[in-house]
């Protein structure tokens, strides 16, 4: 999905959402949504803000309401249930997430820790895992069964869930100051994500994209890394090869009309962009495609 704030992300009418996905890289975005990574197999590499994580099978990652992140491309295949959800599921206790934020997002499935993750009563990180995992699972199965009265269970699960995340996880403060700064950063990151699925074809200078953000190129460049934990090339290059690769899936055009339509300005620049993103040259992708039908 090619845009950064994603809007109407759920049915309003019933606002949860669950998927298994393989989907190798997906550009930066945010939601008002609360969601969920457990990755089922594989190993993959998840921006959350400013951090990457490297996440194993059976770890978990928590993305807050209005957190920044994306998957990185990996030559590596890997799997993930996805669980999202709007706090108004949960309206009784959503107040208490208002103005916090996930302090320790990664759970990891083979965790040594013992205590950090004391909230009420004494815990250790490897029980929290199993905590969130059956839970993870048990609305997975309700979801695809969709037995009668599914909604119910799905709700009693989300409940669960997040008694889950108040009594052992850590939270932190997000002080009303703090989290206007925090939306004004992401309405900035919003104009440059759109302007670059706009202009992603032909050359983008720093100048031109920190004008579009209203900083110099130097203030530019800083908050773009703060914010996203990614130079402002790494994108582009990551957008623009997740392009290359729908076009070389989709179309039949060669692999020197696949450069130029991703934005690339040269076929030895694509060659080696493409390689560091996705682990082999445009013509091997290409080759393994034909190979696949």
Known sequence: MEVSHQKNLVNQEFPFNLMITDIAEFPPHWHKEIEIIYVLEGVMDIGLNNQIYTMESGDILLVGMGDVHYFLTSPVRSNRIIVQFDLSMVEYVSPAFQDQRFKVPVIRKHAATSGEYVRSWPTTEREVHHLLEEQILTLHAEYQRKSEGYKLAVMARLYDLVAIFLRYLPMEEVSPLEKNKHLKK????????SYVEQNYAR???????????????????????????????????SYRISKAVKYLAKTADSIT???????????KTFNRV?????GCSPTQYQKRLKSNF
């Open 274 to 278: 493409f390689k560091q993103f996705k």
């Open 186 to 193: 992401l309405d900035r990151l919003e104009q440059v994500f």
């Open 203 to 237: 050359p983008i200078t720093l100048q031109e994209v920190s004008c579009v953000a209203n900083f110099s190129v130097y203030h530019f460049t800083r908050f773009f890394k703060e914010t996203t934990g990614m130079t402002f090339l790494y994108y582009l290059n």
């Open 257 to 267: 009309e696949v450069a130029f339509k991703s934005g690339f300005d040269s076929i």
